[in-house]
Structures are given as structure tokens and as C-alpha cells.
């Protein structure tokens, strides 16, 4: 079993949905839960960090985070085509700082 | 200015040369890493310095090895080069404390491929 794991996709959504992007993870010590927006050729953007259960909002984007299932999701509102990406879910653990990473979610937002 | 940049942005090599990579962050972190991302996207990390001292160091040829001149500083050479090391690799740093919940800044990375 992969540590963190995502549906590598491609997801499509149109213009205006709400997208909706998933995570899981193996290791209940995990601590503190990452995501990362990154367009092709291009480095990862930090877009949301989250550490306790429930629903954290910044701007359009929400991270929601369930320990108990080991979970957590980023759901973006009023989608635009500028949104599409590759989108990475990482997972601290330990003391040390290691992120470790999901494979990704390719999104695809279509006019 | 950049926070984290990385030299070069592409290098392209033959199999069995020596090359190195180059980072630097003047974002005052005291950690920094190296990760190896393929073709599928899959970021891995590769190995972790905390102001010049290797703190995580995944498994790894023993071709690869950091060094860490200084806390702002992290460079990575690559001895014998494969087919398989063709990859992105980026350099990130962050603040290692024990409750903290900052993600990682990333350079642009370093697109190495070997021929």
C-alpha cells in the first residue's frame, strides 16, 4: 500500500463546478496534511495546509481533513480554466519534516 | 529575488559523466531537500540537511551525495550517470521546527536527462 494516495485522473469539470480532489493516507501519525498546485513544467505551489479535523476555507479553496479515515480533500469553488493542474497531496510525518507525496491528480477545467 | 533557486535548469549529459547541481534559498530556512520527480510525477524525496546536518537520507545510489556548504546552501552530484536518473530534480527548503506546519518552498528544478 502506497503511503499517500490519489486518483491520478485526468479529472474534468466545467467552467463554474466545484471540483473535487481526494487523499489518503496510511501512516495515523501523520500530522499535518499538504496541498500543492503544480501546471506543467513548473515547481510545486503550496495552496493549502491543514492539521486539524474538519474544514479549513482560503478563498475558493477548501481543505477538509478526517483522521479517523485517514482522508483529506480539497474542494475548489467556481472552477476556472486556470485552475488546471496537477494537484499533490503530501503528508508530514515524524519529527524531521519529510513530506511525503501522492502520485497527483491531473484537473482539467473545460469552457 | 528568487527564494529558492537551482543551476542549471536543464542539463543534458552523456551515461557515465559526473554532474552536479547547485541550490541556494535566502528565505533564512535552516532545512533543505532534494527530490527526484519521474516522468509520472511522483515526487520522492531523496535526502534532507538541517543547517549542514543530514537529517534524512532516503534510499539512494551511493552515486548521489549531497553537501550542504552552509544552512542557505545544497548541492547534489551525481557520479556515473544512468539512464534512469533522467528526472526533475528540485531542490526545496523549509523552517524544521517540531509543531511546524509550513510546507515546503520549491525552486524550479533541474531537468536532467541522460542520453
Known amino acids: 500500500q502506497k503511503e499517500v494516495e490519489q486518483n491520478s485522473g485526468p479529472l474534468s469539470v466545467p467552467e463554474g463546478a466545484i471540483a473535487s480532489l481526494n487523499c489518503t493516507y496510511s501512516?495515523?501519525?501523520?500530522?499535518?496534511f499538504f496541498w500543492y498546485r503544480q501546471y506543467s513544467g513548473k515547481s510545486p505551489e503550496l495552496i493549502m495546509f491543514i492539521y486539524s479535523n474538519g474544514d479549513k476555507e482560503d478563498g475558493r479553496f477548501t481543505a477538509q481533513l478526517n483522521k479517523a479515515s485517514q482522508y483529506v480533500s480539497l474542494l475548489i469553488r467556481d472552477s476556472q480554466p486556470s485552475d488546471s493542474a496537477t494537484y499533490l497531496c503530501?503528508?508530514?510525518?515524524?519529527?524531521?519534516?519529510?513530506?511525503?507525496f501522492g502520485t497527483g491528480t491531473q484537473l482539467k477545467v473545460e469552457l | 529575488d528568487t527564494a529558492v533557486s537551482q543551476t542549471p535548469k536543464y542539463l543534458v549529459t552523456q551515461m557515465g559523466n559526473d554532474k552536479s547541481i547547485k541550490c541556494e534559498q535566502n528565505l533564512g530556512h535552516d532545512t533543505m531537500y532534494w527530490y527526484k520527480q519521474d516522468s509520472k510525477k511522483f515526487l520522492k524525496i531523496m535526502f534532507s540537511y538541517n543547517n549542514k546536518e543530514l537529517i534524512i537520507n532516503e534510499t539512494v545510489p551511493n552515486r548521489f551525495s549531497p553537501k550542504s556548504p552552509d544552512k542557505a546552501h545544497l548541492n547534489l552530484h551525481i557520479n556515473s550517470l544512468e539512464l534512469g536518473d533522467s528526472a526533475v530534480y528540485f531542490c526545496?527548503?523549509?523552517?524544521?521546527?517540531?509543531?511546524?506546519?509550513?510546507?515546503?518552498?520549491f525552486g524550479s528544478g533541474t531537468r536532467l536527462t541522460v542520453v
Open positions: 526545496a527548503s523549509s523552517l524544521l521546527t517540531v509543531t511546524s506546519n509550513y510546507g515546503y518552498t
Open positions: 503530501a503528508v508530514r510525518t515524524g519529527g524531521g519534516n519529510k513530506l511525503t
Open positions: 501512516d495515523r501519525g501523520s500530522q499535518s
